[in-house]
């Protein structure tokens, strides 16, 4: 099992920078998939990237390829996911979520079995 909290959330102006992370717990993390998700006010939850267990392989949605970054640190037990060039979009709840090592299917927020409860961010414009 994989306990999961992220952190480092807050209130940006557009064009600004964070750093998202999420600490996970338990013995199987390093061979878990992870996937960060958000969901806005008003609207459903959205995929938003994905690292493999070893952190060799990146997805990312289109509205964020290019502007977020997603890194891993196993040793740490710690996910990573860099957002820069902020836009109000962005605005949202976000998750993280672990998964087996499988690869696939990564933006199905079903495959994933664990996730944290959220972290805030806020963009102004």
């Known amino acids: 099992q994989v306990q999961l909290v992220e952190s480092g959330g807050g209130l940006m102006q557009a064009g600004g920078e964070l750093r998202l992370s999420c600490v996970a717990s338990?013995?199987?993390?390093?061979?878990?998939?992870i996937g960060w998700f958000r969901q806005a006010p008003g609207k459903e939850r959205e995929f938003v990237a994905a690292?493999?267990?070893?952190?060799?392989?990146?997805v990312y949605a289109d509205s964020v390829k290019g502007r977020f970054t997603i890194s891993r640190d196993n040793a740490k037990n710690t996910v990573y996911l860099q957002m820069n060039s902020l836009k109000p979009e962005d605005t949202a709840v976000y998750y993280c979520?672990?998964?087996?090592?499988?690869?696939?299917?990564?933006?199905?927020?079903?495959?994933?079995?664990?996730w944290g409860p959220g972290t805030q961010v806020t963009v102004s414009s």
């Open positions: 979520a672990a998964r087996g090592p499988i690869w696939g299917m990564l933006n199905t927020q079903r495959a994933y079995a664990y």
């Open positions: 690292i493999s267990a070893s952190g060799g392989s990146t």
């Open positions: 338990g013995r199987t993390f390093s061979a878990s998939t």
